[in-house]
């Protein structure tokens, strides 16, 4: 099927032509002509499958063949994240470029006054956070009765984050008769019960996540002793052709730690978690989207839906608490079928995560080994345990890794060797991957990822606070949420 077979306008179609996109993807295919028809419309799919256009472009067809009331919106679009919502305006504007449509993007974190500015020349489509929206609705300065299309994005994550009270209030204020395009990446019955009470009569549509990250990503896991992985982590920055990487950690407090460190060392990196004002938040993202930074640490609020062109490397500072995270982080490399590398730091007690991931993605991980690093053994009676998140990290723990393997520990006999298990091989047996010159000295391999060496040297401004309080962040990775634990019932 072509773009031309989905009863998009002309000048759209053109337009997709020129962004690149060569055929619809199947949530396209099967959303665009319904939606165009007024449809309401229920989707599982999750990002990466090109969710984003499939409501994109029918909105901007319906929005400029309809005429506005004087200053009032048309259309609201609802996403979970500041990032995802400054994404979708993106594709909205690349998209809209040859329409008339204007649109306000409405985030935390940023001014108000701006917003509201905005929001009094008058705009067809809102795209933003639930907070502030409701925060500019209470403040008297949106307007919402005259809203056509309602699109409530990544539902799922909404319930994760808790919006979902948000979200209810949001449709209260909307007209009863309008068309309403819902999307969640599963469809737990929490999400069911809403978008049975949103949709009238949807047209449902469920396609499969997208594959490729798994396949066109290279995995591998280090088996290391938790007091090494900085040092582990830097090797492997040095050692590989790492173009730009993200590196995650469990913990935001972890994150900006890590950050600082690898600051020290010289490395060009910027550190990204949800505790962090907005300001910083976009300004970091940029810099590392336009190249400033090329190492962003992070923790799972940049694991969801962001683009980033030509990631080569994701790094799992820590093995993700839950295997559907994996699949998120790696999924910001690899993208539209380019390859890229996915590197996770294991500790004797992830051998059951590793597996769990291995299983999720139904492939081998090979493990490799670090130069200059022992490894310790997965131990056979580990549990994916939530109190995890809560353990201490470094040397103690190490040492009592390293008695327990000399049989001085607590009696527990290691498993079977981790590499016969997942079916991994040896570093050395690879000889065609990057990680080969793991061997070579720290040299010209990570160049572009060092400050002052093939890159002007840049200080830029930084507050990575090491005294952040250590809550988990519901819906930014320190947080399981129950719908994740049971199986999603078919659509
Ligand atoms: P999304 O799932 O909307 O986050 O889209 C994932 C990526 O796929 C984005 O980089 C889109 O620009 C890209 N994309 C979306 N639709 C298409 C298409 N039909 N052809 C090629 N790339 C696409």
Redesign the pocket.
């Known amino acids: 099927m072509e773009f031309s077979d989905l009863g998009l306008s002309l000048d759209l179609v053109r337009r997709v032509a020129e962004v690149g ?5 199947p949530i ?1 295919e099967q959303a665009i002509p319904h939606i165009l028809q007024g449809r309401d419309i229920l989707g599982c799919a999750q ?7 499939s409501f994109t472009l029918p909105m901007i067809d319906i929005l400029a063949s309809g005429r506005a009331k004087a200053r009032m919106p048309r259309s609201l679009i609802l996403e979970p994240t500041r990032e995802l919502a400054a994404q979708v305006a993106t594709n909205f504007e690349t998209m809209g470029r040859d329409h008339k449509l204007s649109m306000a993007l409405l985030i935390g974190g940023e001014s108000f006054t701006d917003q509201i500015k905005k929001l009094d020349r008058g705009v067809d489509v809102l795209i933003g956070t639930p907070g502030r929206l409701i925060d500019l609705f209470e403040r008297g300065n949106i307007l919402l009765s005259d809203i056509k299309i309602f699109v409530i994005d990544e539902a799922d994550r909404m319930l994760d984050m808790g919006f979902i009270p948000d979200i209810e209030r949001i449709v209260s204020l909307l007209p009863r008769i309008r068309q309403t395009l819902f999307f969640s990446a599963t469809m737990p019955t929490e999400i069911r019960r809403l978008a049975d009470a949103f949709l009238v009569n949807p047209r449902e549509i469920t396609v499969a996540p997208p594959a490729s990250p798994a396949e066109t990503v290279d995995h591998r896991y280090a088996l290391v002793y938790e007091g090494d992985k900085r040092k582990v982590l830097r090797q492997l920055l040095r050692v590989s052709e790492v173009r730009n990487a993200l590196i995650f950690c469990n913990r935001k407090k972890d994150v900006s730690h890590l950050a600082q460190s690898l600051e020290r060392h010289g490395f060009n990196v910027g550190a990204l978690h949800g505790d962090m004002p907005q300001v910083r938040r976009t300004a970091t993202l940029e810099g590392f989207k336009d190249g400033r930074i090329n190492l962003l640490v992070c923790s799972d609020v940049a694991a969801r ?1 962001l ?1 980033i062109a030509g990631l080569s490397h994701v790094f799992n500072f820590d093995v993700p608490i839950n295997p559907e995270d994996y699949v998120h982080r790696i999924g910001r490399t690899g ?2 079928g380019r390859s890229g590398q996915a590197v996770t730091l294991a500790t004797g007690e992830d051998g059951k995560q590793i597996a769990a991931i291995a299983k999720l993605i139904s492939r081998d991980i090979p493990r490799i080994d670090v130069s200059g690093f022992d490894s310790p053994s997965f131990e056979d009676d580990d549990e994916v345990r939530p109190a995890r998140k809560g353990r201490s990290g470094g040397k103690h723990k190490s040492k009592d890794r390293r008695k327990d393997r000399d049989g001085a520990g607590n009696g527990r006999t290691p498993a079977s060797e981790p590499a016969e298990r997942l079916g991994a091989s040896a570093f050395d047996a690879i000889p065609d991957r990057p990680f080969e010159r793991l061997d070579t000295p720290p040299s010209t391999a990570a160049g572009s990822g060092r400050r002052g060496e093939d890159r002007p040297a840049r200080r830029r401004q930084r507050d990575f606070s090491s005294d952040e309080p250590d809550q988990p962040v519901v819906g930014f990775g320190d947080h399981v949420p129950e719908f994740l634990k049971r199986p999603a019932r078919p659509a």
């Open positions: 996109y060569q055929k619809p993807t396209q990002t990466g499958t090109g969710k984003t256009a839906g683009d993208r539209a």
